[in-house]
């Protein structure tokens, strides 16, 4: 099992530019998670994908970030237009099951997207 | 106030020591607890899980819950130079939402 993967690892964009962020989740599982990690807030919840149905998008930002589940295996997130504040580390994670402690299935992280806009 | 608070150290201790990690917490909501270990530019990955009040022993790492105190830690035995990391404790209630610490640095030294 190759977990969960996450593209591109680095991304460096301008001010205004679109930002498209991929997450391909463990085969198997049918809960996604997106998560942004920084020094000053750690790591926050943007949205959770059930059955690749948003369930809880209340952690996204503001308008500038959407993000979709077309099928069980892909996921992105977009940020359009970025700004310099979303500078960040952007996880994609999955889990078998909505409650991923009660099923025994932890949750697995990919190893990010670092994204930096100047 | 944050939900969860972590200090975000860095923590340096000689290899062999016994390493405290610890996290406190204002929800009283708060039934399941977590740790996990992030190596730099990896993603988290469970260490361990522990529901409600008490000890969890695994190798040589103890978690440990107070809910009267609304504190949480973890202890290393025997600490490894690969054990150097980031340590993010975690909670949740009964719903599936995560909770993050800001996460403590160790550094272990050989």
């Known amino acids: 099992d190759a977990g969960v993967i996450q593209s591109p690892r680095h991304e460096v964009t301008e001010m205004g530019q679109e930002v498209t962020l991929r997450c391909k989740p463990i085969?198997?599982?049918?809960?996604l998670f997106w998560y942004r990690q920084t020094m000053m807030r750690g790591l926050e919840l943007l949205i959770y994908?059930?059955?690749?149905?948003?369930?809880?998008d209340s952690g996204m930002p503001e308008d500038r970030f959407s993000a979709k589940m077309p099928n069980a295996s892909f996921s992105t997130l977009k940020i359009q237009p970025s700004e310099p504040r979303d500078s960040a580390v952007y996880f994609c994670?999955?889990?078998?099951?909505?409650?991923?402690?009660?099923?025994?299935?932890?949750?697995?992280f990919g190893n990010g997207t670092r994204l930096t806009v100047t | 106030q944050k939900e969860v608070e972590q200090d975000p150290g860095p923590l340096s201790v000689p290899e062999g020591a016994i390493v405290s990690l610890n996290c406190t917490y204002s929800?009283?909501?708060?039934?399941?607890f977590m740790w996990y270990r992030q190596y730099s530019r990896k993603g988290p990955e469970l260490l361990m899980y522990?529901?409600?009040?008490g000890n969890k022993e695994d190798g040589r790492f103890t978690a440990q819950v107070d809910k009267s105190s609304k504190y949480i830690s973890l202890f290393i035995r025997d600490s490894q130079p690969s054990d150097s990391a980031t340590y993010l404790c975690?909670?949740?209630?009964?719903?599936?939402?995560?909770?993050f610490g800001s996460g403590t640095r160790l550094l272990v030294r050989p």
């Open positions: 085969s198997g599982h049918n809960s």
């Open positions: 975690a909670m949740m209630d009964s719903s599936y939402k995560l909770i």
């Open positions: 929800n009283s909501a708060f039934q399941y």
């Open positions: 994908f059930n059955n690749n149905v948003p369930i809880d």
């Open positions: 522990t529901y409600s009040s």
């Open positions: 994670a999955s889990s078998f099951g909505r409650q991923s402690v009660l099923t025994n299935s932890p949750l697995h």
